[in-house]
């Protein structure tokens, strides 16, 4: 069975970091692009970044989180991580890592094979 676990969201004060991890089972995420994606209440869903698969390498931010947000990749433990630092409120919301062939960054609509259930961050004093 094909599943995508995130975990490391919680709370954060401004300016704060958090770690988000990205975990498959039932595939190897090294063949596969991984996105992360966020959706604040009321708002859609958007882009973050992208890691595309190891034969590829290549990587992309949004430009809203270029500087403070990395993406990586531990082949070993199958895992996607999000390094998320200098967080500000405008980060808040549900966080989201898909996998896919491709990164397909050029296309901001382009949907994802498989998802994961969503992580919550909340930046707030």
């Known amino acids: 069975q094909v599943q995508l676990v995130e975990s490391g969201g919680g709370l954060v004060q401004p300016g704060g970091s958090l770690r988000l991890s990205c975990t498959a089972s039932?595939?190897?995420?090294?063949?596969?692009?991984i996105g992360w994606f966020r959706q604040a209440p009321g708002k859609e869903r958007e882009r973050v970044s992208c890691i595309a698969s190891s034969a590829i390498s290549s990587f992309y931010y949004a430009e809203h989180v270029k500087g403070r947000f990395t993406i990586s990749r531990d082949k070993a433990k199958n895992t996607v991580y999000l390094q998320m630092d200098s967080l500000n409120p405008e980060d808040t919301a549900v966080y989201y890592c898909?996998?896919?062939?491709?990164?397909?960054?050029?296309?901001?609509?382009?949907?994802?094979?498989?998802w994961g259930q969503g992580n919550q961050v909340t930046v707030s004093s």
């Open positions: 898909a996998a896919d062939r491709l990164c397909a960054w050029q296309d901001p609509h382009y949907e994802y094979d498989y």
């Open positions: 039932g595939f190897t995420l090294d063949y596969y692009a």
